[in-house]
């Protein structure tokens, strides 16, 4: 047997033979419906090889020989596509084996009629050598079975394609993606073949261009399918896990550029629309230096990030994770993005609640502290002096003695159980209510000087009061008379022997301002802070006289609730002067 090679056949001999083996591979390597279009795609491999070789021989007995195993692919290949459409939308049914069988009876007898035609001519009237080409063709006279096997492949194919249409048409873009390329691949040769029968296209007037065209669509297909995992459901898992990842996700490659993203990571960005596979991480993040950072430094670690988006300011948690090779070479970079900001306020919001909470059990052990010995202490030696003295151990005159260094300790004591009694209110639920009312402050300042004189004059303390404000202030009239009790107590505690104390009032805008000026040793800049940041402490006066603590913590918490101001400033070795702003009346002070 003689073969003689032209253009034609070179083309179909060789596309043949790549797709004869990418056809075999995908059998064999992959399963379910691909395989079935795989075999599709062997059919057309078997007619265009054999059609290749068929262009080649000169003698008709060798032409007719390939015509025999070009319909090895020929009769099958509608009924493998409409089986892989069956398959691919996944038709479900008990008796498919009986429905491929029958789908698969006209292509074996129309076999079976071209290997047996010279007996019938059924399929082919007349099979007879062409010359008057430039190469030998095969002049041929058509049969009524052709015709049959030729509606049956159309039909195969255009019902195949409505499955797959009609499965897909709604359906998420990679499978739309998909069965426009499986329409394609279906059709175009349908539509070439279609010239061919109707002799609007023929080369030569005999060559059919049609096995040109499945090899053509089929060889793209394979390909996709190997690369792409074309059909299978690993992409559309791959595309419906990235939308469905709450967290934003960014594939960048070895050259920092975008390779995909899911539909979180948009709304992470302040420009959606710049976001483009292949677009550069350093422009996408020129504004976030720390961002770029970590992708430079392309290992697995994390950061926080500050991203403003809109007016607000959002803190992001970025993951960095490298994609590394076999070799451990660096491939690119994964990063993910989750919006931490509603996490981190709730953190901080916890974090103060605690140390608010545990501030206060300490309050409350401290206060529990005092009740037991500061209050006890004094409370338990006036019994026992009343008791020496009723039992005469301790005489009239001795006892009179005593008498006002007890009224001393009983001042404090009427002090400490005001001050706990006024805390312990506070922290009821709902704490107390303030109960505003106008009042001069002057006269809550001379009321409360004739009340601590007489302490201060033991130390040889002055007190004088500077009056120049002219508005009355509008407050809780209680809570203001502990709070300058407090104040003035203490300075009289912490100030020397013969020392003295100013108290000045002016008016500042809409408010009524109180200064309460002493001369002692001040307060260090570490007790200054906890004042401001409402923690208690202790400290012994200039006489060793003890405190709690507690004073201060209602002087803060009572000039809030009052909507007041208190400022302190203090030097060590000079003094300590309280600055309190009160709301004001527009009403002059009758002082």
């Not at 006002?404 to 001042?411: A, D, L």
């Not at 040793?521 to 402490?537: A, C, V």
Request: hydrophobic letters at 45%; glycine letters at 6%; charged letters at 20%.
């Amino acid at each position: 047997m003689e073969f003689i090679l032209n253009p034609f056949s070179i083309v179909l001999l060789l596309s043949g033979l790549l797709m004869g083996g990418l056809s075999l591979y995908i059998v064999f390597r992959v399963e379910d419906s691909t395989r079935w279009v795989a075999l599709t795609m062997l059919c057309a491999t078997v007619w265009g090889f054999f059609y290749g070789l068929e262009l080649s021989v000169s003698t008709r007995e060798a032409m007719f020989f390939f015509v025999k195993l070009e319909y090895l692919g020929i009769a099958p290949i509608g009924a493998f596509y409409l089986i892989f459409s069956l398959k691919y939308t996944s038709y479900k049914s008990r008796k498919f084996g009986l429905l491929t069988g029958l789908i698969l009876f006209i292509p074996v007898l129309t076999y079976l009629l071209v290997i047996t035609n010279d007996y019938h001519h059924l399929h082919y009237n007349s099979f007879e050598l062409l010359n008057s080409s430039p190469f030998p063709t095969a002049k041929i006279e058509i049969g009524p079975w052709y015709y049959v096997n030729l509606i049956y492949i159309y039909f195969a194919f255009s019902l195949g394609s409505f499955i797959i249409w009609k499965r897909f048409r709604f359906s998420d873009q990679l499978f739309k993606t998909q069965t426009r390329l499986l329409l394609l691949g279906g059709i175009f040769p349908l539509v070439i073949n279609l010239l061919y029968q109707t002799h609007i296209f023929r080369p030569f007037e005999v060559i059919d261009l049609t096995p040109f065209a499945f090899l053509f669509t089929y060889l793209i297909l394979g390909f996709a399918i190997l690369k792409y995992q074309l059909f299978s459901l690993k992409p559309i898992a791959r595309t419906k896990v990235m939308e469905a990842i709450t967290k934003g996700v960014l594939v960048l490659d070895s050259a920092t550029k975008i390779v995909d993203f899911n539909p979180a990571f948009l709304a992470y960005c302040t420009s959606p629309a710049k976001i483009k596979v292949a677009s550069k991480a350093e422009v996408i993040f020129k504004n976030n230096h720390d961002i770029l950072k970590l992708i430079a430094t392309g290992k697995a670690t994390s950061i926080e990030s500050k991203i403003k988006s809109g007016k607000q300011v959002k803190t992001y948690l970025i993951e960095a994770i490298p994609l590394l090779d076999k070799r451990a070479i660096n491939n690119g970079l994964v990063l993910l993005f989750e919006d931490v900001t509603e996490q981190k306020s709730i953190n901080e919001t916890l974090k103060s609640q605690a140390i608010e909470l545990q501030q206060l059990n300490d309050l409350k052990d401290k206060y529990f502290s005092i009740i037991s010995h500061d209050l006890k202490g004094p409370i338990f030696g006036i019994k026992e002096l009343i008791h020496l003295t009723n039992s005469g151990e301790v005489s009239a005159k001795e006892f009179m003695d005593m008498l006002p260094e007890v009224s001393k300790n009983m001042e404090q004591v009427a002090l400490l159980l005001e001050n706990l009694l006024a805390w312990s209110s506070s922290q009821l639920r709902g704490g107390e209510i303030v109960k505003y009312q106008e009042f001069d402050v002057h006269k809550i300042l001379i009321q409360q000087k004739g009340i601590l004189e007489r302490i201060a004059a033991e130390k040889k303390i002055s007190i004088s009061i500077d009056a120049q404000a002219k508005f009355t202030a509008k407050a809780d009239k209680n809570m203001i008379e502990l709070v300058i009790r407090n104040l003035i107590n203490n300075a009289i505690k912490f100030s020397d022997y013969g020392g003295k104390i100013r108290i000045s009032t002016y008016d500042e805008q809409n408010f009524v301002k109180i200064c309460i000026e002493d001369s002692g040793k001040g307060i260090s800049s570490e007790n200054l802070s906890k004042i401001r940041e409402g923690i208690s402490f202790t400290t012994t006066g200039q006489n060793n006289e003890s405190g709690t603590g507690l004073g201060l913590i209602l002087v803060k918490e009572y000039m809030r609730k009052n909507n007041g101001q208190i400022e302190v400033y203090s030097e060590e070795g000079i003094g300590t002067t309280f600055h309190m702003k009160l709301p004001a009346c527009a009403i002059e002070s009758v002082f």
